[in-house]
């Protein structure tokens, strides 16, 4: 029986604000029932993905079900997943595995927040357990009843908000009503859930936060209260309950007028404050009460009479003549009243928290329950800092104790921030979308923290468009229109002698480009060719500090010494040319420069006698010296306080110093790179081709053009001119008419020679839009009637009904494969006495096939896994016999994941 299991699954967490936090589930391999570890949860595409924070193996699983990308989850017993295919969905755990138990349905608009709340509802004979609240982008509100665990769900309720949409959201629950001025325990705050005492909360783009009230007799929402004060948009919601059992809070005069039970809303905007509002429960009459309590029948509220829940704010004039006179007592904390069934409530403003620069994206309290310990609150702002704010004791106003995040840089700041259940882990989603973890290593500490950048999974942001295997198979390279290269290897950890896998991740950002990137071939093992979608082909080479990165990070210390030789890069070549050190990008300028050992020598020497370095422009190699002098930049290896034998480059470091440089350009097609492939040589006699085709909608355009990867980069040459004053470039390689979507190589391994024993050279597939395939034979000059280096042997021009979107050859080269859009894949194999292949399976598909790679089965030597990705984001994989590719493909394996569109395919 076959089995597929998932090794690295990388992606960037979607980039919109509140697309992130923790949940915390039963540790399985404990023998400790209580023991729980923490998951990061976060959108990536349309997928929500879940990272185990206690290891660095990365995502574990993505729980697909959402057509679109996800813009928010809610973690409780459950994940509550928004996503812009306007629906919501819960995934529950049953069994180890998460399944969608329900789909909400009804906005028509991408649905940005999702929040729930367990509940006890007694005056009725409904038995729902959970309120839900969804926001859309189409303005509404939509509130939910939830039954039990994995249970249904209905739409009960939609509040509609005009021209100001709902922008943040948060279900929450008043203070415990206070009978005879008792302050609740724990447990009972804990043990809270009568439905009367839960609110909603919307920030809007009115720069308002608007409050409703549970109406116990309609079983609806009724707007109660609309606060002001900000002064922008309100982006993101939080609250917490106050619980003081040991009365520190006395000590603490920004605190000392709390009262157990309190419970304290904190709202982020983007005028860069966050506010601090404070609900207390009132000890009033009940009889008042009831006769003031005022409820309606209505199922939709607008808000179109805001006006009339808006308690007016003090006008400058007051604030003016209250200065003037310097009578303070008459400037006070406006307290809005807001009455819930039976019980009042008092709210008024805490506090204002100011130390952002930019705009803030997302408010998180440690905890629903708070002490005076674990009192905390997390921002993150586009300010590119994410800073820790505590109540201080000796100032007596909130501060921000810890500031994260990066000085300096290129860093558009960040989208999301959460503390985990301790406070002593701190998970942040960067404007790109990469994952940040900070880790208090000073844990046993109360006052004196110490937080660490720790390793975590990062990722494309956008569409993966190319990946291909390091010759070897020692590591991959990813091409995205994100518009960044990146490189994964596996993280073989040592310490103290012990040693372990700690999963595939990036080693190394070789590319940071202007233009969406969009194929990539290897050259050598640390030498490849990028294209994007640009006419230009670049040639990058691995640094020094790629190769001993790789060598530290990926090489396992438990490998003997040749086992070990084998997998590290580099060697003792003499011949091989000096690698530059690094790779940085100069001011103004748009390609990576090298920077070689002689010029950092020559840049330290001079850098204590040059007076006018700091007011002038330092050149690359001069700024990547301050970098060091200055302690920012490390050589080789990166080292923390967490891993001080070394460990995979961080966000930042990975956008700075994990950079390849740029070799060669390469120039010729009219229009922008569409596919690229190289083959090495088959012997010395024969060049090395790098083989390139661009975007066309006419057939002179859509000619295949050669380059020879072993006389830098020169455009393949036609034989006749080879000995003439002026040489003349080789034509380009026509057959398709419009643009050539994949070529392919046959195998170098599967080139054999003739009988009077002379290479064959290289053969070159292609596929194209035209529907058509071709087969080119390398030539030489004395059987090249013209001198083109490349002859058509095989034109067939309608092999498939639809585009023929990828190719891929078998790696003994007995046979190849293409994939269409017509929905089929088609398996070729060579004529006898013929240079011609013909058609010998066709493999009928439910979907379009997108892409293809043919690799020889690993439990049978005598038959071939064809993996085919398809439009719909599966990947099928078929197996088939050698010695009969005619029969039918049996035992179709499913790849245990369902993804977007599938671009490549590629084995090692």
């Known amino acids: 029986m076959v089995s597929v299991s998932v090794e690295l699954i990388s992606g960037a967490c979607n980039r919109v604000p509140n697309c992130l936090s923790i949940k915390s589930i039963q540790d399985k391999n404990s023998l400790n029932p209580t023991k729980t570890t923490d998951l990061a949860v976060y959108g990536v595409g349309n997928a929500v993905a879940l990272v185990d924070l206690s290891d660095y193996i990365g995502i574990k699983q993505t729980l697909q079900g959402h057509s679109d990308r996800v813009n928010y989850d809610d973690h409780s017993m459950e994940i509550f997943s928004g996503s812009s295919d306007k629906t919501g969905k819960i995934w529950t755990l049953k069994d180890e595995n998460w399944e969608c138990t329900a789909t909400l349905n009804g906005h028509t608009d991408s649905v940005t927040m999702v929040q729930s709340i367990p509940v006890k509802n007694n005056n009725s004979v409904d038995d729902f357990t959970h309120i839900l609240a969804t926001a859309s982008v189409d303005g509404s509100i939509k509130i939910w009843k939830k039954y039990g665990r994995g249970g249904n769900v209905d739409n009960i309720q939609t509040i509609t908000n005009g021209r100001h949409s709902p922008f943040s959201l948060i279900l929450g629950r008043f203070p415990i009503p206070n009978v005879a001025g008792k302050s609740p325990s724990k447990e009972e705050i804990e043990g809270y859930r009568d439905i009367s005492g839960v609110f909603l909360a919307s920030g809007n783009t009115d720069s308002k936060i608007h409050f409703y009230t549970w109406n116990s007799s309609t079983q609806i ?58 609900i207390s429960a009132d000890r009033v009459d009940k009889e008042t009460l009831k006769s003031t309590n005022n409820n309606t029948d209505d199922d939709t509220t607008s808000n179109s009479d805001d006006e009339d829940f808006v308690d007016k704010e003090y006008g400058k004039s007051e604030i003016l003549a209250a200065l003037d006179s310097g009578d303070i007592a008459k400037l006070s904390v406006r307290v809005h009243k807001i009455i819930s069934r039976d019980n009042s409530y008092s709210l008024e403003v805490e506090s204002i928290l100011s130390g952002h620069d930019g705009w803030i994206h997302s408010v998180n309290w440690q905890s629903p329950i708070s002490s005076v310990d674990d009192l905390q609150i997390v921002t993150a702002s586009g300010d590119q800092s994410v800073l820790l704010w505590k109540p201080e004791a000796d100032s007596g106003v909130w501060e921000s104790e810890v500031k994260l995040g990066e000085v300096g840089g290129s860093n558009f700041g960040f989208f999301s921030a959460i503390l985990s259940d301790d406070g002593n882990t701190v998970v942040a989603i960067e404007y790109h979308g990469s994952l940040h973890v900070w880790r208090n290593v000073n844990k046993n500490s109360k006052f004196d923290s110490q937080w660490v950048q720790d390793v975590a999974p990062t990722g494309h942001f956008e569409s993966v468009e190319d990946i291909q295997w390091e010759p070897n198979g020692r590591y991959l390279l990813s091409h995205s229109i994100d518009k960044t290269a990146r490189i994964y290897g596996p993280w073989n950890a040592s310490d103290n002698g012990q040693h372990k896998f700690n999963g595939w991740h990036e080693i190394a950002r070789p590319q940071i480009h202007g233009y969406e990137l969009t194929c990539a071939t290897f050259v050598t093992p640390l030498c490849y060719a990028s294209g994007a979608d640009e006419k230009v082909v670049r040639i990058f080479e691995a640094p020094i500090q790629f190769v001993e990165s790789y060598n530290k990070l990926c090489v396992s210390s438990a490998l003997s010494g040749e086992k070990s030789s084998m997998v590290k890069l580099g060697g003792n070549n003499p011949n091989e040319k000096a ?142 001119t080879l000995n003439a004053s002026e040489s003349q470039d080789a034509s380009p390689l026509a057959a398709h008419t419009l643009t050539v979507t994949k070529i392919a190589f046959k195998p170098k391994e599967s080139i054999v020679n003739d009988t009077n024993s002379k290479p064959i050279g290289a053969v070159l597939l292609s596929v194209g839009r035209d529907r058509s395939v071709s087969v080119f034979q390398q030539v030489d000059e004395d059987t090249s009637p013209d001198g083109e280096p490349f002859k058509l042997v095989q034109h067939v021009p309608k092999a498939h009904a639809r585009i023929v979107w990828d190719c891929s050859w078998s790696p003994d080269g007995y046979m190849f494969g293409t994939a269409s859009r017509d929905k089929t894949v088609k398996l070729w194999i060579q004529k006898p006495e013929s240079e011609e292949y013909a058609v010998v399976n066709t493999i009928k598909l439910v979907e379009a096939a997108t892409a293809i790679n043919i690799t020889e089965s690993p439990l049978n030597n005598n038959s071939y896994w064809i993996a085919v990705g398809l439009e719909n984001g599966e990947i099928v994989i078929f197996d088939c016999e050698k010695p009969n590719t005619s029969s039918e493909p049996s035992n179709p394996v499913l790849a245990p994941f369902k993804i977007q569109k599938i671009h490549t395919i590629s084995q090692r």
């Not at 050190?581 to 050992?597: D, T, Y």
């Not at 330092?618 to 302690?631: I, K, L, M, N, Y």
């Open 221 to 278: 929402f009724d707007k109660s209260l609309v606060l002001s004060g900000h002064e922008d948009w309100v982006t993101s919601l939080s609250s917490t309950t106050f619980f003081d059992p040991t009365q520190d809070a006395s000590k603490n005069p920004a605190i000392n007028h709390w009262n157990n039970g309190d419970v304290i809303l904190a709202s982020g905007s983007q005028d860069r404050y966050c506010r601090l509002w404070r």
């Open 579 to 720: 690698r530059a050190v690094e790779a940085s990008i100069p001011p103004l300028g748009l390609s990576n420069k090298a920077i070689f050992q002689d010029e950092i020598n020559a840049a330290a020497e001079n850098f204590d006698k040059d007076e006018d370095l700091e007011l002038r422009r330092q050149t690359h190699v001069e700024a990547f010296v301050t970098s060091r002098a200055s302690g920012t930049g490390s050589e080789g290896i990166f080292t923390s306080e967490l891993h001080k034998n070394g460990h995979p480059p961080l966000e930042e470091n990975l956008r700075r110093r994990t950079l390849w440089p740029e070799t060669n350009k390469i120039y010729g097609h009219p229009y922008e790179t569409f596919a690229i492939a190289s083959c090495e040589p088959v012997d010395t006699s024969v060049p090395g081709w790098l083989a390139v085709s661009c975007k066309a909608a006419v057939a002179k355009h859509a000619g295949i053009r050669l380059f020879d990867s072993n006389n830098n980069w020169r455009p393949a040459q036609n034989h006749k």
